[in-house]
């Protein structure tokens, strides 16, 4: 039993009283790229990481739900039939499960994580997905992965309120090691991507600026608005349907700041492509450029980027990085940076005191490896 499960089941005793039915995971993930083209219909290359939340879960018979984590004092409580969404707080996330999985039963559940909350890691979608695996088997609906990446989109949409696509409930679910999630969030189809980091003696480097951010407020839905105030103007369906073959027309079309989101889309999603074709053709050590482009397109068309995030691409990269860039939503989180195995320590001390030259909080950096989705641990 890992740290972390011992934890949950020692959480989950503490809090109920009793023992655990079983006890769930499930992983963050990194975007290596493929940013806001997701719920555009493009395509994204995520990658699970060996980092992960942990659902310690009982059914009961009392028609309650309770969840407690080890995060917050307490227990938060509903009843499981006749939820009302958007729900408040923290556990708008395993109830908001409970809730797009129809809940069948009370349940008693007890999360324990090692995801960072608010770095762009998708700590929520960890927690989504391990408590809507969890929650599958005890109810014994015989959901496949696809089925519960969109009852966990569907929770994040309209239980917590997030405006988000399905790129990180499919990365936490379907993902393998040492590969990536090659998804089309259009038709939904998915397939896995050897990444090769290991035999090539890379290392993904996480670089968490302390910047808090959140999906639920701000800046990310105004993104997306503006994704479809360009589609509608330019008369499709979603930015997918255009092409780099486009853009000077919408140039004409679009004000500079729709025009500027909609190239970003549109050459964001050209650069997974080419991620791809680079990752199955010559292999990890060929797409830093595309890491490298990615991070401006973002920085500087759709402006979601923040000097933190900046100064952390800009210094691994001068330190050793193959490539960089930002990932996630945006608006604070961490950046990712590709880096040879005896880089990293370099790369982690330039970074740092960077940061401290700058007047940064001190960032939080660790590498991570691509890992297997969800899955029972006991």
Known sequence: MTEITARAVAGFREAF?????????????????????????????????????????????????????????????????????????WSAYPFGVAWALGARSGARIFLDSDVPVGAGLSSSAAVECSVSTALDELWDLGLSKPELVLLGQKAENEAVGAPTGIMDQSASLLGERDAAVFLDCRTQESEVVPLGLEAAGLEVLVIDTRVKHSHATGGYGER?????????????????????DDLPRAQQVLDDVTFRRVRHIVTENERVLQTVAALRERGPRAIGPLLDASHVSMRDDFEISVPELDLAVEMARATGAIGARMTGGGFGGAAIALVPREQVATVIDAVTKAFARDGFEAPNCFAVRADAGARRES
Do not use: K
Request: hydrophobic letters at 40%.
């Open 17 to 89: 009283d009793r023992e655990p039915d079983g006890v769930w995971s499930a992983p963050g993930r990194v975007n290596l790229i493929g940013e806001h083209t997701d719920y555009n219909e493009g395509f994204v290359l995520p990658f699970a990481i060996d980092r992960r939340t942990v659902a310690a879960v009982a059914l009961t018979d009392d028609g309650q739900l309770q969840a407690g984590t080890t995060a917050e004092p307490g227990v938060q409580s509903s009843a499981a039939e006749g939820i009302e969404v958007p729900l408040p707080g």
């Open 224 to 244: 997306r608005a503006s994704c479809e105030l360009g589609a509608r103007l330019m008369g499709v369906g979603s930015l997918r349907d255009l092409s780099v």
